[in-house]
């Protein structure tokens, strides 16, 4: 059980890693410090966005940007805090 507990934590974390990534890529992009045709840079970009579209679209369409912000990415991530924080005491039975 500790062993499948700290599988789910380690995904968790480098889906975290994933998306920090994701927000500084974009950044800067956004900044024109890289450039975005850059074979290089456009395989990265595709690759990251394969891998959280699927979690951030739903959270999109919920919270819509505000300002040109987009918050989504922060709120998946404090998700994620809360589940690596308490699944483990929801599956060993620390929880109150």
Do not use: C, H, K
């Amino acid at each position: 059980m500790i062993a499948l507990l700290q599988t789910i934590d380690l995904v968790l974390s480098l889906y975290t890693w994933v998306l920090i990534i994701a927000a500084v890529l974009s950044w800067l992009v956004a900044l024109n410090v890289v450039n975005p045709y850059s074979p290089a840079v456009r395989s990265l970009g595709r690759g990251i966005q394969v891998l959280t579209e699927p979690l951030l679209r739903p959270i999109r369409r919920v919270v819509p940007a505000a300002g040109g912000m987009d918050f989504s990415p922060l709120i998946l991530l404090i998700a994620i805090y809360f589940l690596r924080r308490f699944i483990p005491e929801i599956v060993l039975g620390t929880l109150g």
